[in-house]
C-alpha cells in the first residue's frame, strides 16, 4: 500500500494512520458523483482547519498516532454534505 514506506513508528501509530486514512476516505468517497473530483481536496481543508494545520500538511503519512486519533474521531463525527457546506463558506473559491 502507498503508506507502507517505512517512515511511521511503531504498530499503534501504523494503525492509526491507517484508520484515520480509512475513515477519511470514507468521508469523501460518500460525495455525489458530481462533486467527486472536488470532494477529496475539500475534505482535506476541511480537517486541514480542524486540526489546525495548514492545509499543505494535512496528510496522514505526517500525522503522528495522537493526530490520526483525532482525525477519526472528526471525520466520523461529519457528513461529507457537512464538509460541503463549510466549503462554501471557508473557500471562497469553492464551485459548490
Not at 486514512?21 to 458530481?34: G, T
Not at 482525525?71 to 463549510?86: E, M, Q, T
Amino acid at each position: 500500500m502507498w503508506w507502507d514506506d517505512g517512515q511511521f513508528g511503531e504498530g499503534e501509530a501504523r494503525a492509526a494512520r491507517i484508520d484515520g486514512h480509512d475513515a477519511f476516505d470514507r468521508l469523501w468517497r460518500n460525495a455525489p458523483p458530481r462533486d467527486r473530483r472536488a470532494a477529496r481536496s475539500r475534505t482535506y481543508a476541511w480537517l486541514a482547519s480542524q486540526l489546525g494545520i495548514e492545509t499543505e500538511l494535512c496528510h496522514f503519512k505526517l500525522f503522528d498516532g495522537p493526530t490520526c486519533l483525532r482525525a477519526v474521531r472528526l471525520c466520523k463525527g461529519v457528513s461529507y454534505p457537512d464538509v460541503r457546506a463549510w466549503a462554501r463558506i471557508n473557500l471562497p473559491s469553492d464551485p459548490s
